[in-house]
């Protein structure tokens, strides 16, 4: 990737400046999206996981005679996780 976007610059700029410039913005923005697809991937386990959890305590519940919790309970807590995870994944990509 990182070859093929040096020699694209290089034949359409003929500047070895530039060519050492936008390989390494190229090399910067593939670790960074590497790091955020980390992070994506142990965001996404953990919420699988606590998905288990639930639906294991949504069992007991029933066992015990309970009630889970409002399905707007639930719908308005993912939702404030999703913007809170939106926000943090902005923070990271900023300067």
């Known amino acids: 990737m990182l070859c093929s976007t040096a020699l694209t610059v290089y034949f359409a700029s003929h500047s070895i400046g530039t060519v050492v410039v936008t390989t390494l913005t190229c090399s910067l923005l593939l670790q960074l999206t590497?790091?955020?697809?980390v992070l994506f991937l142990i965001?996404?386990?953990?919420?699988?996981?606590?998905a288990g959890q639930r639906a294991?305590?949504?069992?007991s519940c029933k066992e015990v005679g309970c009630d889970p919790p409002d399905l707007d309970e639930v719908t308005n807590g993912s939702a404030a996780l999703l913007q809170r995870d939106q926000m943090l994944a902005i923070s990271l990509l900023l300067p």
């Open 34 to 37: 590497y790091f955020a697809s």
């Open 43 to 50: 965001w996404r386990s953990g919420c699988v996981s606590r």
């Open 56 to 59: 294991e305590h949504f069992g």
